[in-house]
């Protein structure tokens, strides 16, 4: 049954991936919720660790991203239950599913229901944004997006204060495997000009073998037609400058080009995988913004530009490497 379970998720990201897993693995969902006016912004991350040596515990991390503090919640593993083939997951009195979530913590109480969720493309050969590498089995982090824009409604307590996110924005995804990568850059926002605009983009040192190589993720949803730029599509990183204001990265495929400036703002420190368990650290900034240009180079047009604002950035490890 493990086995089936596990043969399902490959091509369905959102749901649990670890059935039958014992010991050095972790599985974490990543919600980052925005309310209408952007006061309020916090990434929620339920999740499951376990070390080396078989030792377990999940967790719910929450990140206040405006007023840069993070609560980790540990709770005992066998608290953490997730459903077969399909996302629905509760931690004690905690519910996380694709559609909504259900709060129960000391600081943060309420329900939100999502709508309109815009996942990344999908198909029999490429399931989600792993695309090929869904199917390797040795990889060390595996990751997918299961919305890169959606709406909110909802109210939680937070701090026993209510915060209303109707009219507010989400945005959902994961990760999968044993560790992060050594070095890698990621970023996302969806507050753009225009309602139905978002970007994630992203770069790591991906272990291959007895080697590594740069791997590179980025979509742009832009009037409902989801930009790939992958590693696997084609698409090349012609630059990659790390500063402690910016992020500026520029890659292209076939059909665009994409030039990224990541303003950084003050980042606040989150549990982070190493072999499994939460003991490694990093930094994500909630407040940040990212300048965005999209260039068609069939028509010589630019398609896009504008500036996204409650950007998440994180930039971690021996990030150097990653500069190109």
Known sequence: ???????????????YHGWGKTKRYFEGWYYKIVSKNQNNAFAIIPGIAMDEHGNKQSFIQVLDGKNHEAVYHKFDSNMFLPTPKEHNLSIGNNIFTYDKVSLDLPNLKG??????????SNSFVSPGIMGPYSFIPFMECYHGILSMNHSISGVV?????DISFDGGKGYMEKDWGHSFPKAYIWMQSNHFSKPNISVKSSIAI?????????????GILIDN???EFTTYNGTKVNSCEISKKNVKIEMENKSYKLNINAHREKATTLAAPISGFMNGRIDESMNAKINLKLFNKKTKEIILEDVGYSAGIEVAGEYKLLVK
């Open 1 to 15: 049954m493990n086995q089936l379970n596990r043969l399902h998720a490959i091509w369905n990201p959102h749901v």
């Open 111 to 120: 329900q939100l229901v999502f709508t309109n969720q815009y996942p990344w």
């Open 157 to 161: 307590n937070h701090n026993g204060i």
């Open 206 to 218: 991906i272990p291959w073998l007895k080697s590594s190589f740069i791997g590179h993720i980025a």
């Open 225 to 227: 037609k989801l930009i």
